[in-house]
T-cell receptor, first 111, second 113 residues
């Protein structure tokens, strides 16, 4: 399972776009990149997953370059309610997989 | 739609006491997990159950036992609580062990004094 590395913390202001980059240099061919969001006093929730190029949903966009050694979670026009910890996970498709969480990136959005 | 329900939400124990954390999911998921989260740390896996009738140790199983009572319920037991077990405990489930998305409960905040 690929080890992921992401910044411990980030600060932003309301209305700005926030990009959180995750490094996964030893990602395997069949690994997907998955992101979770955890609000204070809540459990994590799945927000987006991708394998390559770009994936977009109502919450965020995920950019994965061709070499797949990193990925970027993009949150457009953040609000105070986007203050949360964001976790990047690499998972192998099929077979045994257990969600493994690192420390994540603590995003604080300021007024 | 309740999803994953954990009880209790808060608990204070004295050192040496025992208790069971309950977890139930109503999504007909096969796999269930118990994690603990300490301040400034990510989630660490305690035990998991890939399917009904099976349980396996995770990263930090010492001091804990689990029971997969049926497909819906997965309980975590502390036989003799220690202050080092003060933490927030999360239960999660997924459709299968290879599934992308895990659904988490709201957590149980446990303090051992």
């Amino acid at each position: 399972l690929a080890k992921t590395t992401q910044p411990i913390s980030m600060d932003s202001y309301e209305g700005q776009e926030v990009n959180i980059t995750c490094s996964h240099n030893n990602i395997a061919t069949n690994d997907y990149i998955t992101w979770y969001q955890q609000f204070p006093s809540q459990g994590p929730r799945f927000i987006i997953q991708g394998y390559k190029t770009k994936v977009t949903n109502e919450v965020a966009s995920l950019f994965i370059p061709a070499d797949r050694k990193s990925s970027t979670l993009s949150l457009p026009r953040v609000s105070l309610s986007d203050t949360a910890v964001y976790y990047c996970l690499a998972r192998a498709s099929g077979g045994s997989y257990i969600p493994t969480f690192g420390r994540g990136t603590s995003l604080i959005v300021h007024p | 739609n309740a999803g994953v329900t954990q009880t209790p939400k808060f608990q204070v124990l004295k050192t040496g006491q025992s208790m069971t954390l309950q977890c139930a999911q109503d999504m007909n998921h096969n796999s269930m997990y118990w994690y603990r989260q300490d301040p400034g740390m990510g989630l660490r896996l305690i035990y998991y159950s890939a399917s009904e009738g099976t349980t396996d140790k995770g990263e930090v199983p010492n001091g804990y036992n689990v029971s997969r009572l049926n497909k819906r319920e997965f309980s975590l037991r502390l036989e003799s609580a220690a202050p080092s077990q003060t933490s927030v405990y999360f239960c999660a489930s997924s459709e299968s062990q290879g599934d992308t998305e895990a659904f988490f409960g709201q957590g149980t905040r446990l303090t051992v004094v």
